[in-house]
């Protein structure tokens, strides 16, 4: 079950001051580091929301951020649609893929489960990459960014842009928030436990998995339409199957099942990629390694372990003071 | 197109199929029996072929293919005492995890080793020639693949029904627990089809290296076609895997002559109606 703790809200606050004190101090590299970042991190959040709540491991969520992206382009660039309707319509797109993949997947379980994603992600990739329309292997440029001179700000400052993404995945988060603590989500989380008992109390436990896992493809769309603006050009290499793999490291990585995880092991897993990437050309190998250690530890992840170690805390510190009151009494 | 031409494609789809065979058999008994999915078996694949590569630059192309399954064998062998016996137990998301971060690392490994540079492994002189086949002349190389995945078929086919090694594989796929009860070392069993699995994959990778050049990602871009097989054909079985094999091959194989532009999305969209028809394959095994 998803509780917005007090520690998760002061973690978010902490976050989003953090964010906006880097935004007004970082050169331009850094902002660029922050934007991919923030871009991640809604990507990471989106699986979070059917992996760590419905157990649904997917292997297709960087794909279909990457179907989002191309679904952006092709609204803007190719048919030259004004930028708010392209957003909302990629949005509204990327769900319906979405929720057409789970509907499909539902139906799987374990391994399955993680191989037919994985074979939807395939799909998508092959057909961008063999699609002549969407620019095949070159991929596609021109891609414009939303215009906001009307309440004067620019969009093309990449501080600005940081900060648009920084309240998109606000919003996002706000909004995963919100279904997870919905009747939807607690259904989800219950057929988690146990699929049979969901069954035996008459749910349609195939309908909730494809709703919840359609309503992530909304924040995958706007995550795929945000990433698109930011680089302005797209290639099919956003729809490989690896990158939907490193997603999930970053969901592993940061916390599965604590929504706000993934941002830290979004941040994590840049921070570390482009320090690493500083010393040596084996970038791979060090992510393979630091994922082989993260799963056989068990560990919860990076956030995920933080928050265990706070809630033991401030749970022993209570019943202590509990205790306390009843001596006295 | 003449009879030649389609004669010409079907043996072509028929050696691609038995080279995806012999990958992914290892990959579908290793499931079968110990539950467990190795994405880093593609990498195996591709380190077969380097092994192969390197080993027949400098003692000729036969001891390149007989050092390389047993290379993978020993590699096998070591990530088998280091990682997957300790991985056992834990959960299928837990098991992707892990061999795919194995994945990445034994990719940047071969990096490292043998460099970015595609590697050639050249076909030997006595297999260099072209053979007549219903009137249709084929390089004798690739009839020469097909016949290795159909000599593997066929013992593995023998092994698994008729001795009893392969009694004890069959009882271990279908209820280990109840199979250990009756005196059978399943985890010895697991090791040693662990192993064996690894070694088909190097042998794959050594036939396959002469025909597609060696490169560090040759184990990424056959990985994919593999899983598509055994889901296809349903995890865990020696008949889904041939059967997979052959749907795959000759659907990617024809589908590339009659619709180039869908033809690797045809595969897919095969794949995800089976998925809806029949969730576990065409053929699982009981176990799975």
């Known amino acids: 079950m998803f509780y917005q703790t007090s520690t998760r809200t002061f973690m978010l606050i902490t976050f989003t001051l953090i964010c906006i004190y880097v935004a007004f101090t970082a050169d331009y590299f850094g902002l660029e580091i922050l934007t991919e970042i923030l871009i991640l991190a809604m990507i990471a959040m989106a699986l979070d929301m059917v992996a760590g709540f419905g157990g649904m491991v997917s292997l297709c969520h960087g794909a279909l951020a990457g179907v989002g992206a191309y679904a952006y382009a092709v609204c803007t660039a190719k048919l030259g649609w004004n930028v708010p309707l392209s957003i909302v319509l990629t949005c509204c797109f990327t769900g319906v893929i979405a929720w057409i993949i789970g509907a499909v997947c539902s139906r799987t379980h374990g391994i399955y489960f993680i191989m037919a994603t994985l074979a939807f992600g395939q799909m998508a990739y092959s057909f961008v990459f063999e699609s002549a329309y969407l620019g095949g292997d070159n991929g596609l440029s021109g891609i414009p960014r939303l215009d906001l001179s009307a309440i004067n700000i620019d969009l093309f400052d990449s501080r600005n842009f940081a900060l648009v993404c920084l309240f998109a995945l606000f919003c996002c988060y706000l909004f995963a928030w919100r279904i997870l603590s919905s009747g939807l989500g607690r259904s989800l989380v219950g057929l988690m436990y146990s699929e049979q008992r969901s069954l035996a109390i008459g749910q349609n436990v195939s309908r909730i998995k494809a709703h919840v896992f359609g309503l992530s493809g909304l924040i995958l769309g706007l995550a795929g339409s945000l990433g698109a603006q930011h680089i302005m050009f797209i290639s099919p290499n956003l729809l490989m199957w690896t990158y939907s793999g490193e997603v999930l490291v970053v969901t592993i990585l940061g916390g599965l099942g604590t929504l706000f995880g993934p941002i830290v092991g979004a941040a994590a897993f840049i921070l570390l990629k482009h320090q690493v990437s500083e010393y040596t050309n084996y970038w791979h190998l060090a992510v393979g390694i630091i994922l082989i250690a993260v799963v056989m530890g068990g560990a919860k992840g990076l956030y995920g372990s933080l928050e265990a170690y706070i809630e033991q805390r401030l749970r022993s510190r209570s019943s202590t003071s509990t205790n306390v009151i009843s001596e006295e009494e | ?288």
């Open chain 2, 1 to 288: 197109m003449d009879t030649g031409f389609w004669i010409l494609q079907f043996l072509n789809a028929l050696q691609f199929s038995f080279l995806l065979f012999l990958l992914s058999v290892g990959l579908t008994v290793i499931f079968g029996l110990m539950h467990f999915v190795n994405l880093a078996h593609g990498a195996l694949y591709a380190f077969g072929a380097y092994v192969a590569a390197s080993v027949a630059a400098s003692y000729g192309y036969w001891a390149g293919v007989f050092v390389a399954p047993f290379a993978v064998a020993v590699l096998g062998l070591v990530l088998y005492q280091f990682l997957i016996k300790r991985m056992r137990s834990s959960g299928p998301m837990a098991q992707v995890l892990v061999t795919f971060g194995l994945m990445f690392a034994l990719l940047d490994l071969t990096r490292i080793i043998w460099g970015d540079l595609a590697l050639a492994l050249d076909v030997p002189a006595s297999l260099s020639g072209r053979i007549s086949i219903f009137g249709v002349e084929y390089p004798l190389y690739r009839f020469f693949v097909m016949m290795v995945g159909a000599i593997a078929l066929i013992m593995l086919n023998l092994i698994l029904a008729r001795t009893q090694i392969g009694a004890m594989i069959r009882a271990g796929v279908d209820n280990d627990k109840m199979a250990s009860c009756l005196g059978i070392n399943v985890e010895r069993l697991f090791f040693i089809v662990f192993c064996v699995g690894c070694a088909l994959a190097g042998i794959a990778g050594a036939v396959a290296a002469p025909l597609l050049s060696v490169v560090p990602e040759m184990g990424l871009e056959i990985l994919i076609p593999t899983l598509i097989v055994i889901v296809i054909g349903g995890l865990g079985s020696l008949k889904g895997a041939i059967t997979g094999s052959l749907i795959y091959g000759f659907v990617q194989t024809f589908g590339a002559v009659f619709a180039p532009q869908f033809a690797s999305v045809v595969i897919y969209v095969l794949l995800a109606l089976i998925l809806i028809t029949k969730p576990n394959g065409l053929f699982p095994s009981r176990g799975g």
